[in-house]
């Protein structure tokens, strides 16, 4: 139940592709409240954060990484490291993390003030994947005008985001009465709530409180990424429900909010491909291929460009796509799988038999998988 771990469930390639190579999302950042506490005899609080699509970070990530440079004396500083910054001074640090030991500890993060300094009005926070040289920024999210009144023994923000969905469902739902939050923390509870329905399959229920809380969020003039993925979200909760032309409206809405993330393309080409609309999942998958033509992250993409051109008969030209796939990730069972149809199109059994083999061995169920995905249409 790793859904119940935040906000999203955000898929890493094009739909729930196999074999999945090692992915640096962008973070979304939530603001948890406050805690107030002595040291040295005076007065702090502390700020929490979490980030809240953790769930979509591998754990290796976070491994120790005594290869690379040291964190002070620390020689097994963890792969991955995290900051978070001023949001309104040009992204000056404030804190970081670089010991964390699993994704799961991103729902942990902090940094602390003495009481009587003002917090920055905003924060991002940035994740950095040292080996890959990769780094991904949140987008800036503002700490209430107030402190937040401290978190209280029972804590139904926390058992809103409970893995035992018929108490997040209770906690939520108690806090969507109350209103008596700011309409984007509202808005939070909202999607939580929606998270905890379509964990129980209730996908309409869910579709009603993504809606809810993305009125919630223009009402409180939240843009950009946050609003972005809330639409996308919403998405997939259609998609899941099986309404794939809302889903393709919503995805569309979430790619006109934020035009440089990729998922939303990643999900629409992918459902276009399903539809056999090829041309627009064409133009979708390569859009997410420019974005970083190079990464291990867009392997999944170049495999299913090649397999579009295959399905549009022209094997040929998917064959370089698969190639460029498995160059970028070399244990890849759908690139495998595909550079094996391709193959079988053009005439090489030998090869085509040997690519099926090796696909199989790393997952068995890829062609499960690319079925599904290839949906009613007519095969050629």
């Given at each position: 139940m ?5 906000l999203v ?7 729930a592709?196999?074999a ?15 805690e107030e ?6 007065p702090f609080?502390?700020y ?5 699509n953790r ?6 990530l ?13 020689r097994?500083?963890s792969?991955?490291?995290?900051n ?6 040009a992204?000056?640090?404030i804190y970081?993390?670089?010991a964390l030991?699993?994704?799961d500890e ?7 003030l003495?009481?009587?300094k ?10 950095t994947?040292?080996?890959?040289n990769?780094?991904?920024?949140s ?9 937040a009144?401290p978190v209280?023994?029972?804590?139904v ?16 739902t108690?806090?969507t009465e ?8 509202r808005a939070?509870a ?27 969020m ?6 950009g ?11 997939n ?5 099986g ?14 909010v934020a035009?440089?993330?990729?998922k939303?393309?990643?999900e ?10 090829f041309?627009?999942a064409?133009?979708?998958?390569s859009k ?9 992250r867009?392997?999944d993409?170049y ?20 190639d460029?796939?498995?160059?970028l ?24 038999e040997a ?17 599904g ?8």
């Amino acid at each position: 139940m790793r859904l119940r771990n935040a906000l999203v469930a955000a898929l890493l390639a094009l739909s729930a592709a196999p074999a999945a190579a090692v992915d640096l999302p962008v973070p979304v950042l939530q603001f948890d409240g406050t805690e107030e506490y002595q040291a040295g005899g005076k007065p702090f609080v502390r700020y929490k954060w979490s980030v809240v699509n953790r769930a979509d970070y591998a754990n290796e990530l976070f491994a120790p990484a005594p290869d690379l440079p040291p964190c002070g004396a620390n020689r097994n500083a963890s792969r991955t490291w995290v900051n978070i910054h001023d949001g309104e001074r040009a992204g000056a640090a404030i804190y970081g993390f670089c010991a964390l030991k699993s994704s799961d500890e991103l729902g942990k993060l902090w940094f602390a003030l003495p009481k009587d300094k003002t917090p920055p009005r905003t924060i991002t926070v940035t994740i950095t994947d040292r080996r890959a040289n990769v780094k991904v920024t949140s987008a800036r999210v503002p700490i209430p005008g107030e402190r937040a009144t401290p978190v209280p023994a029972t804590d139904v923000w926390k058992d809103c985001q409970s893995k035992d969905l018929d108490v997040a469902l209770r906690a939520c739902t108690q806090i969507t009465e109350a209103r008596n939050e700011p309409p984007a923390r509202r808005a939070q509870a909202h999607s939580m709530r929606a998270f905890a329905y379509q964990g129980s399959n209730r996908f309409d229920e869910a579709i009603a409180d993504f809606g809810q809380a993305i009125e919630l969020m223009q009402a409180a003039g939240m843009s950009g990424w946050e609003l972005a993925f809330s639409i996308f979200v919403r998405a997939n909760a259609y998609r899941a429900k099986g309404d794939l032309e809302r889903a393709i409206e919503d995805y569309s809405w979430s790619i006109r909010v934020a035009p440089g993330w990729d998922k939303a393309y990643n999900e629409r080409g992918a459902i276009y491909f399903q539809k056999g609309e090829f041309e627009r999942a064409l133009e979708d998958i390569s859009k997410v291929i420019s974005f970083r033509p190079d990464s291990p992250r867009v392997a999944d993409a170049y495999a299913l460009r090649g397999m579009v051109h295959y399905r549009m008969g022209q094997p040929a030209k998917g064959l370089p796509d698969a190639d460029r796939s498995l160059e970028l990730r070399a244990r890849s069972a759908l690139a495998l799988y595909v550079r094996a149809r391709i193959y079988e199109a053009l005439g090489r059994k030998d090869d085509a038999e040997a690519g099926f083999r090796a696909a199989a061995e790393i997952d068995p169920k890829v062609k499960e998988w690319m079925t599904g995905l290839e949906g009613p249409a007519t095969k050629p």
